[in-house]
């Protein structure tokens, strides 16, 4: 089964920054809407960002502005582009299809002083 791997994740100060990556072994990617997800602790995973294979692209207010998805479909590759980061952005990040693949093992982001 198709089973995402994310990377990129790290310890950064308020205001920083972090680009995280994705790949999904999976001959269909450049065909699927990919998401990226987060689950901060104690709360349920939430949706972040999304882009179709058209290339639309949807953000949730929380990091509109802020973040940025991109996806490069001939390295099977999301991108995850967080700038001007919040403590509570503080979440373990995973990327999927929508609708999901089995769920990878995820990448922490912990923004703290």
């Known amino acids: 089964q198709v089973q995402p791997v994310e990377s990129g994740g790290g310890l950064v100060q308020p205001g920083g920054s972090l680009t995280l990556s994705c790949t999904a072994s999976?001959?269909?990617?450049?065909?699927?809407?990919m998401a990226w997800f987060r689950q901060a602790p104690g709360k349920e995973r939430e949706l972040v960002a999304q882009?179709?294979?058209?290339?639309?692209?949807n953000y949730i207010a929380a990091v509109q502005g802020r973040f940025t998805i991109s996806r490069e479909n001939a390295k099977n590759t999301l991108y995850l582009t967080m700038n001007n980061l919040k403590s509570e952005d503080t979440a373990v990040y995973y990327c999927?299809?929508?609708?999901?693949?089995?769920w990878g093992q995820g990448t922490l982001v912990t923004v703290s002083s």
């Open positions: 882009i179709r294979s058209n290339g639309i692209i």
């Open positions: 999927n299809r929508i609708p999901p693949w089995a």
């Open positions: 999976e001959s269909s990617f450049s065909r699927v809407t």
